[in-house]
């Protein structure tokens, strides 16, 4: 089973590479789930995906500013996967200065079935002045659920240029933005 994988790119005309690493989370106190989970049953959110993807890039300055946009599919649904407490309107689950990837999703309840995201390095050509996203790079990750217990799914690159045939869903989520 493939867990890390590197995604180079290239943008503003340098180059960068992301790694990506998924590992079970073996001690979901350690994790801080109990901040999102209060009555936290460890044992029942342990083994589920700890996803990271830290960026290196030559970019310098505003050069170096870009975001991420997940994509989850879940029982046969798909949705973008938004920050709970910020704005729905713009897509991003992060968007600032070299900014690193991080996602533990843990839903032990949930009926057996994958859950997958596509998650996506995106630009802001301009940077703040419009609206504008466009893909540079792109990676899948994910779990099987079996009663209650998750199975890490293979880390892969993703073309990045296809927004993996989420664009339609992002467009009618996010009416305000234009996806490249």
Same mark, same amino acid.
């Given at each position: 089973?493939?867990?890390?994988? %590197?995604?180079?790119?290239?943008?503003?005309?340098?180059?960068?590479? $992301?790694?990506? +690493?998924? $590992? /079970?989370?073996?001690?979901? =106190?350690?994790?801080?789930?109990?901040?999102?989970?209060?009555?936290?049953?460890?044992?029942?959110? +342990?083994?589920?995906?700890?996803?990271?993807?830290?960026?290196?890039? *030559?970019?310098?300055?505003?050069?170096?500013?870009?975001?991420?946009?997940?994509?989850?599919?879940?029982?046969? @649904?798909?949705?973008?996967?938004?920050?709970?407490?910020? @704005?729905?309107?713009?897509?991003? @689950?992060?968007?600032?200065?070299?900014?690193?990837?991080?996602?533990?999703? !843990?839903?032990?309840?949930?009926?057996?079935?994958? =859950? +997958?995201?596509?998650?996506?390095?995106?630009?802001? /050509?301009?940077?703040?002045? %419009? +609206?504008?996203?466009? /893909?540079?790079?792109?990676?899948?990750?994910?779990?099987?659920?079996? %009663?209650?217990?998750?199975?890490?799914?293979?880390?892969?690159?993703?073309?990045?240029?296809? =927004? !993996?045939? *989420?664009?339609?869903?992002?467009?009618?989520?996010?009416?305000?933005?234009?996806?490249?």
């Amino acid at each position: 089973m493939r867990r890390e994988t %590197s995604v180079p790119f290239e943008t503003r005309g340098h180059r960068g590479l $992301i790694s990506v +690493r998924v $590992i /079970p989370n073996d001690d979901p =106190w350690a994790s801080g789930h109990q901040l999102v989970v209060p009555d936290l049953n460890a044992e029942a959110y +342990r083994g589920f995906p700890i996803c990271t993807a830290a960026l290196r890039y *030559h970019g310098q300055g505003v050069q170096a500013i870009m975001g991420w946009i997940q994509v989850v599919t879940n029982g046969g @649904s798909a949705r973008v996967d938004l920050v709970p407490n910020l @704005s729905n309107v713009d897509p991003f @689950s992060s968007y600032g200065y070299l900014p690193t990837f991080f996602d533990a999703p !843990a839903y032990p309840d949930d009926p057996d079935g994958t =859950w +997958r995201a596509d998650t996506f390095l995106v630009v802001v /050509p301009d940077v703040i002045r %419009s +609206r504008v996203v466009e /893909p540079i790079a792109a990676f899948s990750w994910g779990y099987e659920l079996y %009663s209650g217990r998750p199975e890490l799914l293979d880390v892969g690159a993703l073309p990045a240029k296809g =927004w !993996a045939g *989420h664009r339609e869903l992002l467009e009618a989520g996010h009416p305000a933005w234009t996806f490249v």
